[in-house]
Every structure is written in structure tokens, then in C-alpha cells.
């Protein structure tokens, strides 16, 4: 259903486009030569830059500092956490992170590798099945179609509260509570609408021409969907990687439900585990683990960010 | 644009299609939609109807759902920790999401001025809301807003001792949720940056040669241009907002505490749902959280009218 609305609201690129593209704004707003003719000389010209550029620092500074400073500190000992806010000196105590790999009843590679299942049966689940439905949003025609859509578009703005219950009460008489199913069976059911929006938007964007061509050479839906559209798509299929990525390695409201016993923890379960267990007390090692976690995170971000932005600039906006 | 856009455009009846098209792919349509429709009908509609059943029901999982009216109804009127909790959320969302719109607002402006480093500052800012709703960064929140946290020694550096930890006094808990919340907002900006860009230059050319200031600009061109995206933020967000969970329950240890001060809705749903298996009046406060959502986002679309401008 809607997860991504639920665990982690914040990332939500939400369909409009993350457009941002590339710093090719329209050359120099704001970047006036002061040579056109007609415009008068103004102070800011010359001040306005360096004031906007001394905000946009500051402002960096403050959003990113708790983050390096949590990296900066699993690498203290933990009595040295709560005396230096600083991100000096930078120590190389790897203690932290032995202490915290060991912490739980499993070593963490243990719930790594649980979040790495889970990701990847969610990732598969949703680039196959949302990409099909896509497809048939964009390109059948088809009783009901557009009554269809609007459901659809609906489900992006419905509450997982609303369903989480009775759905647990069904997974529960299968069987599958305490395990992946529940959380990745819905992913192979297009479930999450906002990227079979995100496809239909791309897929719309495709020249008709290319699916009339390979008609005319004999190809039939399925041939043109997996000849003609699915290769095209790619840049909309690797934001919906990114995300389901992204999405489901923080999951958190349906993990907590569904997987109860610790040997099946993903890594936000063992890390709210950790935290519950020590309490206050090794802050350093919990540090350690949490950076953990968000290293695989920031890698896709890192690498993903081309791709998220092309996926984005071809649909959302008009 | 967008999701919104779609269901507008299709409710003013103004959707693709003529009035009697023919279908010719009934046929592959099914085979195409077949996993959307099942889990349409199990894992959206049959559930939903399900638990609109339950929310009628006292219900703990062990003995079958006993048929008690509007009992469940009843009782969340009286029920003060329910009250509390949408106390929380409210002040959460309307306190929380404008802030964070704005700051997003502001800054995709000032990113938009064709700065130096734009992708630069643009990742920065967007990494938080990709990693703020990881229970790593609540784990953080957590040291940060302590008694000896992060944010008491910056304050003690400066001279402010013995402040209390935010995240143990009541009435500063709650705050720090918000303040998470804000730092979040690289996601709406980068979907102000993106309707920055469709914004004409030439307006703003016209704008100086009559003499507009930078304000002035800013209010009659770039405001004026920008609501229908700053509706869509708006509308998400709120919906958003209303199913937080993750940043209160680690917080709190899963208690939305201190003295119930960070018992987000969905906190007690889950405690009422999960904990106590009370699912039926787990299922009725599920109905009630979609009925206020789908009221603030009626309402949304409705004061829209007064101050969303369509450029078309």
C-alpha cells in the first residue's frame, strides 16, 4: 500500500518532478551581466551573490552537522560523546563498531543481509509489476480504464492505518506473520500507485511512433511492452529502484508489525532493538551501527542521484 | 502536474477519451493489470471494507469480532490519551508542515537565483529528507536533544548550562519532532526548484524594466506562479504529516512520552492495535484518522480556490 507515505514521508519525491535537472537553469538569473542596456546598477548586484552564498552555507552547515557529527563520534569513545560537540579531532577508535556489530543476539551482518532480502524481493516485485500496469494505464484502451486511474491515483493518498489491521489478521490466518511475505508479496501486487503514476507519466512521454512501428512489424502488447517500451524506460524503472530502495531499507511501521522475533530484524528493528537494550548507555556503539545503516543509503544516493533526477525530468511536471 | 493535477483535471471532466470509445484491449488490458487488480481488491478494498467491519467489533484476535455498534465510536470520544494524540498531531502537522514548506520555499528561491555550486547545495539540503525517517537519524535525535546531548554542550559553549534534556520535558518534546520534520525539507524543495524552472524569464525581465524590486518580484511574479505547486507540497505533506510514526516511536522509546507529549495518532493506533490487540478499536480510530485526512485535504482543495492561481 502506501508505505512510502508512512515510513518515511520525508523522501517522498511526490510525482512532481524532482526536476531539478542539472544546473542548467536559464543562464544567470540573478546573474544579470549589468551590461544590458536599460538596467540601472544596483548594490546587490555585486553584494547579492556573496550574502546569498554566506546563507546557503551557513544553512548547509547546520543541516549537515549532526550527521558528521555522528560519524565523527562512533569513531570516539563513548565518554568523549557527550563532552565534545565538535568535529575535532577526529579520532579512529573502530571499538564502537566491533561492540556494536556484537551487540545484538545475531552479529548485524545478520540483519543486513534480512534488509538486503527484503529490498531486493521488494524491488523486483515493484519494477515488475508496476511497470505492467503502467504500460496498461499508458497505451490499452480498455473498459474502465479511466475510473481505474482515478482509483489508483487515490490509493497514493490512503492511509496504511486503514488496512494494516484486518491485513495482519489475514497474513496472520496464512501464516506469514514473522515473515517477508507480507511486506513483499503487495510490491509484486503494484501496491505502491506513486510509481505505477511515475511510469504512466514516462511512458506517455514515448512516441506513439515506436509502438505503431513494431505493430505494423507483427509485435503484439507483450512484444511491444518488453521490446519497445521496457528498454526505454530504464531511467523511470532506476528512480523506482532508488526509491524502493530506499523506502524499504528505513521501513519501519510494517517491519515492526510483521517480523517479530529478532532473528528475523531488519536493520531499523535491530538498531530500535539496540536502542531499547542499552538504553543510554553506549551511545557510541549504537553510533556506529546507525552510521552503518545509512551507508548503503548514502551509496545509492550518491550514485543514484543522475538517475533520480533524469526519471524525474521526464515526468511530474507538464 | 502530478497526481493531483490528474484527479482535478478528471473531476472537472476534462480526462482524455470521448464519451463512447471502444475498447479494443479488454483482452491483454487484464492480463496487463492482473497484479494491480488483485491487489486492489486483497491488499486495498477487501481490507478496507474489512476493517470498517471491525471498527463496529470488539475484537482481540483470540475470540471472533463481537458486533458492539458504535461502542468503539463512543469510546474514543471519552478516551483522553486518544484526545491527546490528536492534540499532538495537529499541532504537528500545522505547526510543522507550514515551517517546513517555507524553508523549502525560501531556499529553492534563493538556489534558483543561478547560484554557483546550485547541484551542490541542492544534494546537501536533499540528503536529510532521503535519511530523516531512518530510526539512525531518530537514534540521533535522541543523544542530540538529551540532557547531555549535542545541542546542551553547543548551548553550554555558549554559556547556557543546565538546560534540561528537550526530548524528557514535556513541553519541549514534541518540538524536536517538528524541528526533525523540518530538516526534511529538501523534498518539497526540489519540487519548488523544479516549478521555479517553468516560471518565464520574461516576466521577470518585463518586472525590472518596469521597475520592480526584488520583493516585488518575488510576490507578483514568482508567489502568484507557484501556488498551484505550493498547493500540490501542501496537500501531500499534510497527508504526510498525519501518518508519522517512526521519529515519535524511537524517540519515545514507543511510549510518546514524556507524559504522553509525543503520542502521535499512529503511536496510539499502533499501541491500542499491537500491543494491546484491541483491533477493533484499532480499526475504528484507522477510519477516523482517513476521515480527518480526506476533511483536511477537502478542505485543501477547497480553500484552493481562494488562492491557487492556474496559469491556463
Known amino acids: 500500500m502506501t508505505d512510502q507515505l508512512t515510513s518515511s514521508g520525508p523522501s517522498r519525491p511526490a510525482g512532481a518532478g524532482a526536476g531539478a535537472g542539472t544546473a542548467a537553469a536559464p543562464a544567470g538569473r540573478g546573474h544579470r551581466t549589468g551590461d544590458q542596456p536599460g538596467a540601472r546598477p544596483r548594490r546587490t548586484r555585486r553584494v547579492g551573490p556573496i550574502v546569498r552564498h554566506a546563507i546557503l552555507i551557513i544553512a548547509s552547515l547546520v543541516m549537515i552537522y549532526p550527521l558528521l557529527w555522528m560519524i565523527v563520534s562512533s569513531l570516539r569513545p563513548n565518554t568523549e560523546i557527550f563532552r565534545n560537540p565538535g568535529l575535532l579531532p577526529i579520532s579512529f577508535n573502530t571499538e564502537n563498531y566491533v561492540n556494536g556489530w556484537n551487540a545484538l543476539s545475531q552479529p548485524f551482518s545478520h540483519y543486513l543481509i534480512n534488509s538486503t532480502l527484503l529490498v531486493l524481493g521488494c524491488v523486483i516485485g515493484n519494477v515488475i509489476a508496476c511497470s505492467l500496469t503502467a504500460y496498461a494505464f499508458a497505451r490499452l484502451k480498455f473498459w474502465g480504464r479511466n475510473i481505474a486511474f482515478a482509483v489508483m491515483l487515490m490509493t497514493l493518498m490512503l492511509p496504511i492505518h486503514v488496512v494494516i489491521v484486518p491485513q495482519y489478521i489475514m497474513f496472520s490466518q496464512t501464516g506469514w506473520v514473522n515473515t517477508m511475505l507480507p511486506l513483499i508479496l503487495p510490491k509484486f501486487l503494484a501496491t505502491d500507485a506513486f510509481f505505477v503514476f511515475l511510469m504512466v507519466q514516462f511512458i506517455r512521454g514515448i512516441p506513439r511512433e515506436l509502438d505503431e512501428a513494431a505493430r505494423i512489424d507483427g509485435c503484439g502488447h507483450f512484444r511491444i511492452f518488453f521490446r519497445v517500451i521496457l528498454p526505454l524506460m530504464t531511467p523511470a524503472i532506476a528512480t523506482t529502484v532508488i526509491f524502493t530502495f530506499m523506502w524499504m531499507w528505513n521501513d519501519f511501521f510494517g517491519s515492526l508489525i510483521y517480523l517479530t522475533t529478532p532473528d528475523n530484524f531488519t536493520v531499523p528493528l535491530a538498531l530500535r532493538a539496540f536502542l531499547d537494550s542499552q538504553g543510554t548507555s553506549d551511545w557510541g556503539a549504537m553510533f556506529a551501527m546507525s552510521v552503518l545503516s545509512l551507508v548503503p543509503l548514502f551509496i545509492v544516493f550518491l550514485l543514484g542521484q543522475r538517475f533520480l533526477i533524469r526519471g524525474f525530468a521526464t515526468t511530474g511536471i507538464k | ?312
Not at chain 2, 525560501?106 to 534558483?112: E, K, M, P, R, S
Not at chain 2, 521577470?204 to 526584488?214: H, K, L, Q, S
Open chain 2, 1 to 312: 502536474m502530478s497526481a493531483i493535477g490528474e484527479l482535478t483535471s478528471m473531476a472537472k471532466g476534462r480526462g482524455r477519451g470521448g464519451v463512447r470509445e471502444k475498447h479494443p484491449d479488454n483482452k491483454p488490458a487484464l492480463v496487463f493489470m492482473a497484479p494491480w487488480l488483485l491487489g486492489l481488491l486483497g491488499i486495498t478494498l477487501i481490507p478496507m471494507i474489512a476493517s470498517l467491519y471491525l471498527s463496529f467489533t470488539d475484537y482481540s484476535l483470540l475470540a471472533a469480532p463481537k458486533w458492539i455498534g458504535l461502542q468503539n465510536f463512543v469510546d474514543m470520544f471519552h478516551d483522553a490519551r486518544l484526545m491527546t494524540s490528536l492534540k499532538v498531531t495537529l499541532i504537528y502537522v500545522i505547526v510543522g508542515v507550514p515551517l517546513q514548506l517555507a524553508l523549502a520555499l525560501a531556499l529553492a528561491v534563493l538556489l534558483n537565483e543561478g547560484i554557483k555550486g546550485l547541484s551542490f547545495y541542492r544534494s546537501i539540503f536533499y540528503l536529510p529528507s532521503l535519511l530523516g525517517g531512518s530510526v539512525a537519524i531518530a537514534i540521533l535525535w535522541r543523544q542530540m536533544f538529551g540532557t547531555g546531548g549535542l545541542v546542551n554542550q553547543i548551548a553550554g559553549m555558549l554559556g547556557f548550562t543546565n538546560l534540561p534534556g528537550w526530548i524528557s520535558d514535556p513541553s519541549t518534546a514534541l518540538g524536536t519532532i517538528i524541528l526533525l520534520h523540518v530538516w526534511t525539507f529538501g523534498s518539497p524543495m526540489i519540487i519548488f526548484l523544479a516549478g521555479l524552472r517553468q516560471i518565464p524569464q520574461m516576466y521577470y525581465e518585463a518586472a525590472e524594466v518596469d521597475g520592480a524590486g526584488r520583493w516585488r518580484r518575488f510576490t507578483a511574479i514568482t508567489l502568484p506562479l507557484l501556488t498551484p505547486i505550493i498547493f500540490f507540497n501542501l496537500v501531500l505533506q499534510v497527508i504526510n504529516a498525519f501518518q508519522s510514526f517512526t521519529q515519535a516511536f524511537v524517540v519515545s522509546g514507543g511510549t510518546g512520552g514524556p507524559s504522553d507529549s509525543t503520542l502521535f495518532y499512529t503511536l496510539y493506533l499502533y499501541q491500542k492495535g499491537f500491543t494491546q490487540f484491541d483491533m477493533g478499536y484499532a480499526s475504528a480510530m484507522a477510519w477516523l484518522l482517513l476521515v480527518i485526512v480526506a476533511i483536511f485535504t477537502v478542505i485543501n482543495f477547497f480553500v484552493s480556490k481562494f488562492w491557487v492561481f492556474y496559469d491556463d
